[in-house]
């Protein structure tokens, strides 16, 4: 049987406990980022560093993304779970990175936990996924307290992708976005 893996699009900031996360749950994690150093650091403080893969890529660059992605479904078949959080100076990243799993493979079931910023929410964005894809939507929002507002910590946005995950929900609010006048400034 092949190992688990996991692809973890923009791994190195926000959602570093995510990766920590899935190794524990005994994945093999690839992550991609731009910054060697950074992908570096999050392999060292990974409990099994041997399972934690750094891609070195800019997102932005389909010809290099798209050669790293084949390398990597040809060696190790598709990901059982992909976590992507793309900025939107990358809109052909997702895309790219759809299409080539569903060129790889149209029949084995593969989870897309897509991370999208506040503002995303009020868009209500279609993204059309492969058929063997279950997709799974995570919205960033914002905390409410004392009246006041703030943005979320890394911990808490890399707490709730790792709920979005576990409860396998179809749509998933980390913190709030209501009242929508309330969000930090
Ligand atoms: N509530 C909200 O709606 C919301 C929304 C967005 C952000 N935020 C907050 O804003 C903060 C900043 O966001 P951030 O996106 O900078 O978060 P981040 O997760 O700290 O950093 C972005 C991640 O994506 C990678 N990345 C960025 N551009 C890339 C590219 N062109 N190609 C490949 N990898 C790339 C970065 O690695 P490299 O730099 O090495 O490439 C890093 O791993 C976050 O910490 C979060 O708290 C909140």
Request: charged share 20%.
């Amino acid at each position: 049987m092949k190992n688990q893996y996991a692809l973890v699009v923009g791994g190195t900031g926000m959602l570093k406990n995510v990766c920590h996360w899935l190794i524990e749950q005994d994945y093999h994690v690839y992550v991609i980022g731009r910054n060697q150093s950074k992908l570096n650091k999050l392999k060292q403080e990974t409990i099994q560093p041997e399972n934690l893969h750094g891609i070195a890529v800019d997102y932005q660059n389909s010809t290099c993304l798209s050669n790293e992605l084949s390398n990597l479904f040809e060696t190790n078949g598709i990901p059982d779970i992909v976590v992507s959080w793309i900025h939107s100076s990358a809109p052909q990243a997702l895309p790219l990175i759809k299409d080539m799993i569903s060129k790889q493979d149209l029949s084995t079931d593969w989870r897309l936990i897509h991370i999208q910023g506040s503002a995303r929410f009020l868009e209500k964005e279609n993204t059309p996924v492969p058929k063997n894809c279950l997709y799974r939507r995570v919205y960033l929002g914002f905390i409410l307290e004392n009246n006041d507002s703030r943005w979320l910590t890394h911990n808490e946005i890399s707490s709730g992708v790792i709920h979005a995950i576990t409860t396998d929900s179809n749509e998933t609010i980390v913190g709030t976005l209501e009242p929508w006048d309330m969000r930090p400034q």
